[in-house]
């Protein structure tokens, strides 16, 4: 690079920052930045098909990686079709930084061509939201925005850079964020903790996505194992904490059976660690009670936003859940007893009767539960799940035991058309794990053209496409509420295995059960991008 300018900064700030992909749609509004990357090779350049695709694929990536997924769209159009990623990376707590380019600076807030308040926009829903004014800002704003989308709660940022500003020389940015430092509750605090958590009879661990991070799990099941806690995972977060550890008690989602939350409140110590405690594991701000619970609670997560906020905590405690685990593990623990053991035993009834795989014969198609008991006997532990939404899922987070090494990527924001764009970039990070992308019908026509990245990449995905010819998630509450009653929810597909032979990849199709073990085996087999289509039967899945 000759001259050093504003682009430069940026990518400078974020290649210091060890982000070395950027996943874009084009747009004149950001020429700039375009030309700016090209001298930054250790960064990778992903051109997507829909913005909505490559903001997906940047929180796939910040989950990951821990470090801002970066997605880069053009004004007006670019930025709204990239929104459904913003408001995904703030309900998943995912560290994600949208960059988009603005029309000149000059011609601010005059409603120029394509302009948009950003501010006003992605107020809500973002972190923070920042319009650079000056080419000297830019440099200074890219640091915030990781510092922002890295601290606390993670979540998205979005830098707006008029195209104006793109391209002048600045100096070069030295700019550092180091992970913030919270320190653990003081020696009295950490005793009393070690005290009640000896005297209790029914303690509950609820984890969640902070354990997410290299060592986080392995620290959080020797404690466990050390205190003998039954532990839930939270909502979408079954890959914290394996599903068949004896202390393995299940999660806290959508349909937990009333027999098993009137046992779960008879719980005397709830050790919530590294959850927000949102609507879905609370059940609703019912466990622990809104807004003071009849239990113990110990509350622990490093963001103070959080914690005392809906649910008010015994021991409210900003700090690193891994380092609270970890210094909790070296403590003096209770011998094992009998009461604690039948308190265990009792939780595990529960959720095993709960996971229990079931056997419903459908009049026509394919259970598609039997579909996902195929992947789960048959992929290795170093395997990633990536899930869109919709009732294809429920029998993953309800039947599917995640063991240690398996990950789950599922978006907690429920939205349609992250499966795809999640499975190519984890596959990009993680191209020798077994990575399956399992997406509906309905989910797959909206980001499904993404896939042509893993022809381009040679990404070894298994993408397995649901097909009930219907927003069959949808037709499900339809028919709940309004019984017979069908608008809006029939779908009237293409053949999805043309589809992906035109796309240029290897593609079955499964319509008897008696083909799914076959198909599925032959397709970790071949370590190649392939598509199945599965024959699945709605009748299985109506009430
Ligand atoms: C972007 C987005 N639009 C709409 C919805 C509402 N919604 C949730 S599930 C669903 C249907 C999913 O259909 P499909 O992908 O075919 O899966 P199925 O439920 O049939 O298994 C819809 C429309 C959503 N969650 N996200
Ligand atoms: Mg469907």
């Given amino acids: 690079m000759s001259t050093f300018t504003s682009s430069h900064a940026l990518f400078q700030v974020f290649s210091d920052h060890g982000m070395d992909r950027v996943f874009l749609v084009p747009g004149e509004s950001y020429l700039g930045l375009l ?4 001298d930054f090779p250790q960064i990778d350049v992903v051109t997507c098909r829909h913005e909505s695709g490559a903001g997906y694929m940047a929180v796939a990536d910040g989950r990951l990686t821990r470090k801002p997924g970066v997605a880069l769209v053009s004004r007006g159009p670019g930025a709204s079709n990239a929104a459904i990623a913003v408001h995904t990376a703030q309900q998943d707590a995912v560290p994600m930084i949208l960059i988009v380019g603005q029309i000149a600076a000059r011609d601010l807030r005059r ?8 501010q006003k ?5 973002a972190k923070w939201v920042f319009e650079c004014q000056t080419p000297e800002q830019i440099g200074e704003a890219a640091f915030k925005a990781v510092r922002m989308a ?66 986080g799990r392995e620290a959080l099941s020797a404690f466990i194992h050390h205190w003998q806690l039954p532990t839930m995972v939270s909502f979408r977060r079954h890959d914290i904490f394996a599903n068949d550890d004896p202390f393995f008690v299940g999660d ?4 937990n059976p009333a027999a098993q939350m009137a046992t779960l409140q008879q719980s005397d110590f709830i050790l919530a660690l590294g959850t927000r405690l949102g609507d879905i594991t609370t059940q609703n701000f019912t466990f622990p009670r809104y807004a003071q619970a009849p239990q113990t609670l110990l509350h622990c997560y490093p963001d103070s936003r959080i914690i005392n906020w809906d649910t008010v905590a015994d021991f409210p405690l900003v700090c690193d859940p891994v380092g609270l685990v970890s210094a909790l593990s070296k403590a003096q623990a209770p011998k094992p007893d009998a009461g604690r053991q039948e308190w265990l035993a009792g939780l595990r009834q529960h959720a095993q009767k709960w996971a229990a795989w079931p056997t419903r014969v459908p009049k026509q198609g394919v259970n598609f539960t039997e579909v996902v008991h195929a992947i789960m006997n048959r992929t290795p532990l170093d395997t990633t799940i990536c899930l869109d939404a919709g009732t294809f899922a429920a029998p993953v987070y309800r039947h599917f035991t995640f063991k240690t090494g398996q990950r789950l990527m599922a978006p907690l924001a429920g939205a349609m058309g992250y499966g795809t764009p999640a499975a190519l970039a984890c596959a990009l990070r993680e191209p020798t794990r077994t990575t399956i992308c399992i997406v509906g019908d309905g989910g797959f026509l909206m980001t499904g053209n993404e896939m042509i990245l893993a022809v381009e990449r040679k990404l070894p995905i298994i993408f397995i496409v649901s097909n009930n010819a219907s927003y069959g998630s949808i037709r499900l509450h339809q028919e709940r509420g309004y019984p017979g009653r069908v608008s809006g929810t029939t779908l009237f597909n ?3 295995v043309s589809l992906a032979t035109s796309f240029g990849m290897q593609s079955a199709r499964i319509i008897d059960k008696n083909e799914i073990d076959g198909v599925i ?6 370590r190649a991008p392939i598509l199945i289509e599965v024959n699945t039967s709605l009748d299985a899945i109506l009430p």
């Fill in 494 to 496: 293409p053949d999805f």
């Fill in 121 to 125: 926009m992605f107020g809500s829903i």
């Fill in 111 to 118: 409603e120029a061509f394509q302009e948009i308040d950003y």
């Fill in 521 to 526: 085996q032959a397709a970790l087999n071949q």
């Fill in 35 to 38: 030309d700016a990357v090209v």
């Fill in 252 to 255: 806290l989602g959508l349909s």
């Fill in 150 to 215: 890295t601290s606390g709660v993670p979540g998205p940022v979005v830098l707006v850079i008029p195209e104006d500003i793109q391209q002048q020389p600045v100096e070069k940015p030295a700019l550092h964020h180091h992970a913030q430092v919270f320190g653990l509750p003081d020696a009295a605090t950490m005793a009393e903790i070690t005290t009640r958590l000896s005297q209790a009879k029914r303690p509950l661990a609820i984890v969640g996505g902070s354990f997410d991070c290299p060592g």
